[in-house]
Every structure is written in C-alpha cells, then in structure tokens.
C-alpha cells in the first residue's frame, strides 16, 4: 500500500530520532564501526552501539540489525542490550526485512513486557504487516493480521502517541478488507452465481458499513437479488441505499434498476 507509507514514514522516523538522540545524550555519537567484520569481533558496548549507529545513519538497514544484534549477543546484561532489540526491529523494518523485524520486535516484549518502550514494539509489529498488505486481488491473510495487530495497539494503550494512527489505518484496512469482498461478489456476479454474489456483497453491508463500499454493496445486493427472484429483499436493499446515501451515484443506478423491474414485472 505505497499511498499509506508516506503517513507512516515519518512518525516511525520521528520515533527513531528520539532514540538515537538517547544515545548522543550518554556520549554515544556517530564514530567508529568501520569493517564489514565488526560483528564478528568482541567489541565493547560502545564501539559496536556506535557502528550500528552508523550504519543506520547511511541506510545500511540490514548490516546495522546485524550489530544491534551483536550488541545484545556480546553484552546481553548491558543497558544498552533493550535499546539494541527494540533498534534491530526498527532497522529490519526500515530495510523492509518485516519478518525478522517482528521477531526483534516480539523478542523485545518477551523479555520487557512492561518497558516503556512496549507500545512502539507493538506499533511497529502492526507495521509491519500493514506494509506487506497486498491488493484485493490476492489472498488476504496479511491484511487480517494487520487489522489485528493494530487493533492490540489501540487495546492495550488507548491513550499511547501511536493509537490515533493506528485507528486511522484501521480504517484502511477495513475498507481494504471489503474491497477484497466486492472483488468476489463481483466475480461471482459475472457468472451468473447470484447466491454467492449475494453472500459476499451481504458480508460488506454487515460488517463493513462505513467502508467505501457500502453503497455499491447495497447496489449489487439490489441486483443479485432480482436476479434471484426475490424483488422484496432488492426493494429493502434499494430502500436502505436511498436512506444513507441518497446523492450517491449507486442510489441512482438502483433506483433506475427498481423502476425497469416495477414497468417489467
């Protein structure tokens, strides 16, 4: 989805300077860790933060996961071991490595379940998935666990800096969810399966009402409906459009629809 990225973008940016800025603040600045060996060596603390630094300074996503890693392979009882897991997740996310970043990200909450920094772990599993949802054209598993995960943010902190966004792309993925449906009812439509349309386009009005597509679903349900044979339920479905979308361009087709079925019948 590279419309929503740019929303996202810089938020997770915006959080990834305030964490580096903790490590200016304790004298951790942007030197050393030149070598592509640096993580294979025993290396202090410092030296091998300062390197994984570095190398997300230049964009280097996956080489810079590698040393946050190593920091906390090197020195697992260090302070800077929790920065280090929470930054490897942060990083593989920005090299669009989604997969280790959510396992950095949940390594991080098995272990500091009740950090501070919990809510962005979460944020940025949700994420994660988020930038792997594809269109509506294929499967949807993705875009399932999305809505979930964005979900668990808002559940469990309400009131975090990342639960407004997270709402707002929970609206997106709804009503990406029931473009998925639309595209099969649709599909059906074209093969004459009016029952199976029906039941898809009934799912969207049911379970997606605020979404975009709603009044086509009414639509569609309108017409699978007569086709059906049932023009009682096609005159709820046509009523119910009128009711909530009375301008919209669909009301209009199923109005029409309405009136060359009543001069037909």
Not at 183 to 200: H, K, N, T
Request: proline residues 4%; positive net charge; contains cysteine.
């Amino acid at each position: 989805m590279p419309m929503q990225k740019k929303i996202l973008t810089p938020l997770v940016l915006g959080l990834s300077a305030t964490l580096l800025a903790g490590c200016s603040s304790l004298g951790l600045g942007g030197g050393g860790g030149k070598g592509g060996d640096t993580r294979y060596v025993a290396r202090d603390v410092t030296t091998l933060y300062n390197a994984a630094k570095e190398k997300l300074d230049r964009q280097q996503y996956q080489l810079a996961a590698a040393l946050f890693d190593e920091v906390e392979r090197q020195h697992p009882y260090s302070p800077w071991a929790r920065r280090a897991q929470l930054m490897s997740a942060f990083s593989y996310y920005m090299g669009q490595k989604y997969n280790e970043s959510i396992s950095s990200a949940r390594r991080f909450l098995s272990i500091h379940p009740g950090n501070k920094d919990a809510p962005y772990a979460y944020y940025l599993i949700s994420l994660c998935y988020y930038e792997q949802i594809s269109d509506v054209t294929r499967d949807q598993k993705i875009t399932q666990q999305a809505l979930s995960a964005l979900g668990e943010v808002q559940r469990r902190y309400p009131n975090s800096r990342y639960a407004a966004d997270a709402g707002l792309k929970i609206d997106l993925v709804r009503d990406h969810l029931a473009g998925k449906e639309m595209e099969i009812g649709r599909f059906y439509q074209r093969r004459a399966l009016w029952l199976a349309a029906s039941l898809r386009f009934r799912e969207v009005v049911d379970k997606y009402d605020t979404t975009t597509h709603a009044p086509e679903a009414l639509y569609r349900l309108t017409e699978s409906y007569l086709a059906l044979g049932v023009p009682e339920e096609a005159k709820k479905s046509a009523a119910v459009l009128g009711a909530n979308y009375p301008g919209n361009k669909w009301y209009q087709r199923a109005y029409d629809l309405m009136q060359k079925h009543a001069s037909g019948a």
